[in-house]
């Protein structure tokens, strides 16, 4: 009787170590970034064009609760969402496919404020709310977060650029 007793238990735990090492690696990941068909996109400007500093309407901060226990459970920044107007002939599906390639291939626009050249980009996400497109871009991490959020703005702000002339002289030093 004892010997059966431990030959069960014996048997119990080599198959739940089987079954948790069976378990880990089944936990590894690849970014959905990583898992985009990317065929057919290489001459594709429409993310270029639709990224372009001009064509950003508005950049908001995305927010995730991060819980480590009941008490302890903190809001912090995990990325961006940029607004861009919606194009004739871009789709929802299509839009996210072509920005997670480009985001994979860490070829984003030549700009060094492309948010999608972030490292630790874990996710882009594209909505279509009327008039606009919705793109979000969350990070692996908060510190991913918020340099996806801070690429996000710096390009926004790129494009909202003004110059402005104040005076006019037709004569060196003489102002009118």
Not at 38 to 55: F, H, I, N, R, Y
Not at 71 to 77: G, H, S, Y
Not at 112 to 124: G, H, S
Not at 168 to 175: T, V
Request: with cysteine.
């Amino acid at each position: 009787m004892l010997t059966r007793n431990v030959a069960i238990g014996f048997c119990i735990v080599a198959g739940l170590s089987s079954g948790c090492g069976a378990a880990q690696r089944a936990q590894t990941r690849i970014p959905p970034t990583a898992m985009a068909d990317c065929s057919g996109l290489s001459g594709d400007t429409t993310v270029a064009e639709l990224l372009a500093p001009a064509k950003i309407r508005a950049v908001a901060p995305v927010y995730r609760k991060y819980f480590y226990a009941r008490a302890l459970q903190p809001t912090r920044i995990s990325g961006a969402a940029l607004y861009v107007p919606a194009e004739r002939g871009v789709s929802e599906a299509y839009l996210e496919r072509a920005l997670s390639c480009q985001a994979a291939t860490q070829k984003g626009s030549l700009d060094a404020n492309d948010p999608l050249a972030v490292d630790n980009l874990a996710d882009v996400d594209v909505q279509a709310l009327g008039p606009v497109m919705r793109i979000s871009l969350i990070g692996a991490d908060p510190k991913a977060g918020q340099a996806i959020l801070t690429s996000a703005r710096a390009l926004q702000h790129q494009g909202s650029v003004s110059v402005e002339q104040l005076s006019f002289s037709d004569a060196p030093g003489r102002a009118l």
